[in-house]
C-alpha cells in the first residue's frame, strides 16, 4: 500500500439485518403491526397516524393493536428498540469480524450506511422519530445510540493506537463518522443512480479518508 489507503482493495463482509427482526419473543402478528406502523409513520408522521391507519395497514380490527401494544407511542418505541439493537449488533459484528482497525471502519461504514439505505422508512423513523417517546423509553434508545457511538470510539481508539488513524478528536470523529451513514435514510430513495452497496463502498473510503487511514 501507499501513504492513502487503496479503499478498493478492501472488501467489507456484507451483514443482511432485518429493518425489524423477528426475535423469539414477539408474535408474527406484533412484527406486522410494527411494520405497518413503520409505513405508516414514514407515510404520514406519528402525530398524524392513528391506531386505525396501522390497524388497516396490517389486516386488523383497531381493537386488535391493543392486543400487542398499548399504545401508539409503544409501537414507536419497539420500532426504534429493535432498529437500534440490530444496528448496535450489526456494528459489534463487523468489527469483531475485521482483522485491523482499517477494515473494521471500513466494514462499519459501509453496512450501516448500507443499512439506512436498504431500510431507509424504518431508518428514518429509528433515527428522526424517537423524540416523540416517552422520557423513560427515550432513555432507553438513547443508551442503544451510546453503545453504537462506543463501537466506533473502540475501533477509532484501536486505529490510533496501531498507527493507522490520525485522529486528535475521538468523540467528534466517531460522531461525523456515524452522522455520514445516518443522513442516508433522510435522502435515499429507491432508483437513485446508486446502489446502497455503492452508497456504502463511498461513505466508506469517505470515512478512511476523514481519519486519515494509511
Not at 4 to 10: F, H, I
Not at 20 to 42: G, H, K, Q, S, Y
Not at 147 to 174: K, M, N, Y
Not at 182 to 200: C, L, N, T
Amino acid at each position: 500500500m501507499t501513504d492513502r489507503v487503496r479503499t478498493r482493495e478492501l472488501h467489507a463482509r456484507t451483514y443482511d439485518v432485518a429493518a425489524i427482526p423477528l426475535t423469539d419473543d414477539v408474535t408474527e402478528t406484533a412484527l406486522r403491526l410494527m411494520e405497518a406502523a413503520a409505513d405508516a409513520f414514514a407515510d404520514r408522521g406519528f402525530h398524524a397516524t392513528t391506531t386505525r391507519d396501522i390497524a388497516g395497514r396490517a389486516g386488523l380490527s383497531p381493537a386488535g393493536v391493543y392486543v400487542h401494544f398499548a399504545s401508539k407511542e409503544e409501537l414507536l418505541f419497539s420500532i426504534c428498540e429493535r432498529g437500534h439493537t440490530a444496528a448496535r449488533d450489526m456494528l459489534v459484528a463487523a468489527q469483531a469480524g475485521a482483522s485491523t482497525p482499517t477494515e473494521a471502519l471500513f466494514a462499519i461504514m459501509v453496512n450501516f450506511s448500507r443499512w439506512h439505505a436498504e431500510q431507509y422508512r424504518v431508518g428514518r423513523i429509528v433515527q428522526y422519530e424517537f423524540g416523540h417517546l416517552t422520557t423513560e423509553h427515550r432513555d432507553a434508545v438513547m443508551g442503544l445510540r451510546k453503545q453504537i457511538d462506543a463501537v466506533v470510539r473502540s475501533v477509532l481508539t484501536d486505529g490510533v493506537t496501531a498507527g493507522e488513524f490520525r485522529v486528535e478528536d475521538v468523540p467528534h470523529t466517531a460522531l461525523a463518522l456515524l452522522s455520514l451513514c445516518i443522513d442516508v435514510a433522510r435522502w435515499y430513495e429507491p432508483g437513485i443512480k446508486r446502489s446502497p452497496q455503492e452508497i456504502g463502498e463511498i461513505n466508506g473510503e469517505l470515512g478512511l479518508r476523514l481519519v486519515g487511514a494509511r
